[in-house]
């Protein structure tokens, strides 16, 4: 091959050193592309002081705020549904109850235990002389005096007692992939939501794993289980009819670029950083990454790009806009911020390769391509 050629042979190669096969953007590319035709992209966010105390302060789902209005249950009325025992006694013998046909009475008694019932869908009971007694939505004392009044023209001295010995009405559902599902009945003194999770045999999952859902009269909040047992506020009361799921979410953030590892790696705990998801990849290459070319890739709500005083590009879901962050590991201090910076479920680590990478690439593959040739000219250059 005559020189001439050997140079045509370069200029292509030249020409074609954008299309060399890489693991994806350079940090000049990502920069470029933030914005084309005059349409912003996404939001390029150089990560700084003031961002880590954005994002640090980002208030997170919270059953306190949402459910702030609520606090110990009232004291619980008898509903439909529920079982009960209603207990009479006179003061003396030869009255009404006296002599009971009831098995649970022997003769002379001066008491009658009526058979457990359940509240009919009518909200009443049936009570032997007393007639339907109405009882959905009224303390026991109140039954009691009911049926007393109703009792007290017919009956010695008649003293009531009535007890609720199953409530459907004064129970909380507890349910979820994560625990042992269960309709458990609320305590007189009221119960907490770790109080229900322990009586069901507490969570099958691991805590940093495991989300706590409540719906409470048709509103849903979703915290982590490590957000309820860490933060006692958290830990509110449980009303009637609540439903309390336990789910399994295992959370994952994604590396690629010039890091140790290119994965899917799972957290480990709630909380992570960005400079904890780092070396879970594996950190950067050394003969590869561009140090100041480390990229987070995220959605990020209304509330947090407002904070961020960048503009609102709705095209994510749920109106949330796409942003990119860029970490300049170069600067020592950029360390301690990312010993800050909150890493997300989903989240999108990326490290580019420097420059100088695609270069070496680029004389790699010359050498690859022109190095025989050259040998082929210097060797018949050689024969006499």
């Known amino acids: 091959m005559k020189p001439v050629a050997v140079v045509g042979l370069l200029g292509c190669l030249l020409a074609g ?62 509903g439909i549904g529920d079982s009960v025992v209603v207990s009479i006694w006179e003061a003396a013998g030869g009255g009404l109850f006296g002599a009971s046909a009831t098995d649970q009475v022997s003769t002379g008694s001066r008491s009658v235990t009526i058979p457990e019932q359940v509240v009919g869908r009518d909200g009443g009971l049936s009570v032997p002389f007393a007639g339907r007694v109405p009882v959905a939505g009224r303390l026991p004392i109140e039954v009691q005096r009911a049926i007393e009044r109703r009792l007290a023209e017919k009956a010695i001295e008649p003293q009531v007692i009535v007890s609720v010995t199953k409530s459907l009405a004064n129970s909380v559902t507890v349910t979820g992939e994560a625990v042992s599902g269960a309709r458990v009945p609320l305590s007189v003194r009221g119960d907490r939501l770790l109080d229900l999770i322990a009586a069901v045999g507490g969570t099958r999952s691991p805590v940093y794993e495991t989300f706590v859902r409540l719906s409470r009269g048709g509103v849903t909040a979703t915290i982590p289980m490590e957000a309820l047992v860490s933060n006692p506020a958290e830990n509110i009361y449980a009303q009637p009819g609540d439903v309390l799921t336990l789910v399994r979410l295992p959370q994952s953030f994604t590396a690629f670029g010039a890091t140790g590892a ?31 070319g480390v990229f987070l890739f995220r959605f990020e709500p209304p509330g947090i790009v407002n904070a961020l005083g960048r503009p609102q590009l709705r095209t994510g879901p749920d109106g949330s806009s796409p942003v990119v962050y860029r970490l300049d590991l170069r600067n020592a201090k950029s360390y301690f911020m990312a010993q800050r910076f909150p890493l997300h479920d989903k989240d999108i680590i990326y490290v580019a390769n420097a420059d100088l990478n695609e270069l070496q690439k680029f004389f790699g593959l010359l050498n690859t391509l022109t190095g025989p040739v050259i040998s082929g000219i210097v060797v018949k250059g050689a024969v006499p």
Do not use: H
């Not at 705990?269 to 100041?292: C, H, I, N, Y």
């Open 17 to 78: 050193c954008s299309a060399l096969p890489t693991a994806g953007p350079t940090a000049s590319d990502v920069r470029r592309q933030e914005v084309e035709n005059n349409q912003i992209r996404f939001d390029l966010v150089d990560i700084d002081d003031n961002v880590v105390a954005a994002l640090r302060a980002a208030p997170g789902e919270s059953l306190q705020a949402r459910f702030k209005k609520y606090g110990a249950p009232p004291q619980a009325r008898i």
């Open 262 to 292: 290119n994965a899917q790696i799972p957290f480990t705990a709630e909380k992570m950083t960005l400079v904890e998801g780092l070396a879970k990849a594996g950190g950067l290459q050394d003969q590869r990454s561009d140090p100041a």
